[in-house]
């Protein structure tokens, strides 16, 4: 199995610009995880989905921030406008059944200038 | 207060010495608990997990979990220089609970 995929591995943009993360879950898993991870806020959970519905996105930061799944095997997470403290590593993971067993993305390294 | 806590680091030891890493929590109602690791520049892999308390062992790795004092420790024995990396706690209340993540404790083992 080729594991969680994302897309682009590194991001550079101009604040105010629009921002789109992609992830594909490994086949057969029913939840997909997006997570942002910082040195000083560590790893957070912003939204996931079960089935491809949003389950819970309390996490999201702000409305700059919207997530979608419109099928199984993609899922994008989009940040519209940008700004500098949305830097960070974002993550995409996805798990079977139990929640507790998640398998991660290799991340994607977004940086707002 | 944070609900997961862990001591950032960076810890520092020699190849083949064991080990300790640890965490609290604050939320008694926490029932599940992990471990991950983290290579620099990857994302996170699960290691181990258990559930309530009591110990788990896996090679050389050993997850111990006492709720009663809200504390949760990795062991890992002959600690080898594959294992620098930053080890991540995380626990949730049930298994259909989103799962909290501390920040992390950075490890670096010398040959």
């Known amino acids: 199995d080729a594991g969680v995929i994302q897309s682009p591995r590194h991001e550079v943009t101009e604040m105010g610009q629009e921002v789109t993360l992609r992830c594909k879950p490994i086949?057969?898993?029913?939840?997909l995880f997006w997570y942002r991870q910082t040195m000083m806020r560590g790893l957070e959970l912003l939204i996931y989905f079960n089935n491809n519905v949003p389950i819970d996105d309390s996490g999201m930061p702000e409305d700059r921030f919207s997530a979608k799944m419109p099928n199984a095997s993609f899922s994008t997470l989009k940040i519209q406008p940008s700004e500098p403290r949305d830097s960070a590593v974002y993550f995409c993971a996805s798990s079977l059944g139990k929640k507790e067993t998640q398998y991660f993305g290799p991340g994607t390294r977004l940086l707002v200038l | 207060q944070k609900e997961v806590e862990q001591d950032p680091g960076p810890l520092s030891v020699p190849e083949g010495a064991i080990v300790s890493l640890n965490c609290t929590y604050s939320?008694?109602?926490?029932?599940?608990f992990m471990w991950y690791r983290q290579y620099s520049r990857k994302g996170p892999e699960l290691l181990m997990y258990?559930?309530?308390?009591g110990n788990k062992e896996d090679g050389r790795f050993t997850a111990q979990v006492d709720k009663s004092s809200k504390y949760i420790s990795l062991f890992i024995r002959d600690s080898q220089p594959s294992d620098s990396a930053t080890y991540l706690c995380?626990?949730?209340?049930?298994?259909?609970?989103?799962?909290?993540f501390g920040p992390g404790t950075s490890l670096s083992v010398i040959p």
């Open positions: 995380a626990t949730s209340r049930t298994s259909y609970d989103k799962v909290i």
């Open positions: 939320n008694s109602a926490f029932q599940y």
């Open positions: 258990t559930y309530s308390s």
């Open positions: 086949s057969g898993h029913d939840y």
